[in-house]
T-cell receptor
């Protein structure tokens, strides 16, 4: 099972770009990298998923280098409402996902 | 779609009482998950079902916990008897097996349980 390591917390200011890096050294060939976001008092919500290179959607971008041993979630121009916990997960194809501790992002005005 | 629906949203109960948490997954989803979240242990998978059949219950803490899925649109998580250490947020989630390429799990808003 590929273990993930990400910073416990990060601080940012409104309007800044935030990059959260996750390491997953033991990722397997068929595994996907997935990020979830959890706001206080809510369940986690899927943000983005990728296999390699770069994926972008309306919420974030995900950068994955060629060796796939790490990934970076990029949030452009964060606002106060982006304050949340961000989880990096490796999707092994087993239907149930294992969540780590996540990164607590605090956005200041 | 209304999303995953859980009830009750909040429950306060006394130690020793039976607690039943309910979940309605998203229509058409064939996987259902129960997670528990606490400050100390984070988000833990308790059990999950595929087509109403339990697949992995290795995360269920002990015999006081049981989960059922009598049909595709309903599941329960029961704690009997409840203890203060069971206080947590219990999330139900569902997903669709044919989601490609990866697996997106949709979570409910959680049931906040306090056992006093």
């Amino acid at each position: 099972l590929a273990k993930t390591t990400q910073p416990i917390s990060m601080d940012s200011y409104e309007g800044q770009e935030v990059n959260i890096t996750c390491s997953h050294n033991n990722i397997a060939t068929n595994d996907y990298i997935t990020w979830y976001q959890q706001f206080p008092s809510q369940g986690p919500r899927f943000i983005i998923q990728g296999y390699k290179t770069k994926v972008t959607n309306e919420v974030a971008s995900l950068f994955i280098p060629a060796d796939r041993k790490s990934s970076t979630l990029s949030l452009p121009r964060v606002s106060l409402s982006d304050t949340a916990v961000y989880y990096c997960l490796v999707d092994t194809g087993r239907r149930a996902l294992t969540f780590g501790s996540g990164t607590r992002l605090q956005v200041q005005p | 779609d209304a999303g995953v629906i859980q009830s009750p949203r909040h429950e306060v109960t006394e130690m020793g009482q039976e607690v039943t948490l309910r979940c309605k997954p998203i229509s058409g989803h064939d996987y259902l998950f129960w997670y528990r979240q606490t400050m100390m242990r984070g988000l833990e998978l308790l059990i999950y079902f595929n087509n109403n059949v339990p697949i992995d219950d290795s995360g269920m803490p002990e015999d006081r916990f049981s989960a059922k899925m009598p049909n595709a649109s309903f599941s329960t998580l029961k704690i009997q008897p409840s203890e203060p250490r069971d206080s947590a947020v219990y999330f139900c989630a569902s997903s669709f097996s044919s989601s490609i390429p990866g697996n997106t799990i949709y979570f409910g808003e959680g049931s906040w349980l306090t056992v006093v």
